[in-house]
Nanobody, 116 residues
Framework: QVQLVESGGGLVQPGGSLRLSCAVS????????MAWYRQAPGKSRDWVAT???????NYADSVKDRFTISRDNAKNTAYLQMNSLKPEDTAVYYC??????????WGLGTQVTVSS
């Protein structure tokens, strides 16, 4: 069983930055893919970014060049650095872990609100 705990959300003005963290309860090296998703009110949960065990990354077009996903193996933590935030980035952000042979796991989410 893998447990994920997100943190770092909050209220930020447009153009500001936030860094989200996702603490993983197991050795993160054993996780094949870490990802961030987000869900705005009344909308579906959308994929934001992915990082593989070998540090390959991919981003949704809407966040490319603004967001950066990373992982710190020593701290068993994944991060999402969000810059140049826009009101449309407002959502609950969820961390997801995929462990081949074991399945996928979700955190409970952290709220990000971008507003002046």
């Amino acid at each position: 069983q893998v447990q994920l705990v997100e943190s770092g959300g909050g209220l930020v003005q447009p153009g500001g930055s936030l860094r989200l963290s996702c603490a993983v309860s197991v050795n993160i090296v054993s996780i094949d893919v870490m990802a961030w998703y987000r869900q705005a009110p009344g909308k579906s949960r959308d994929w934001v970014a992915t990082i593989t065990r070998t540090d390959g990354t991919n981003y949704a077009d809407s966040v490319k060049d603004r967001f950066t996903i990373s992982r710190d193996n020593a701290k068993n933590t994944a991060y999402l650095q969000m810059n140049s935030l826009k009101p449309e980035d407002t959502a609950v952000y969820y961390c997801h872990a995929t462990k081949i042979g074991s399945g996928g796991y979700w955190g409970l989410g952290t709220q990000v609100t971008v507003s002046s």
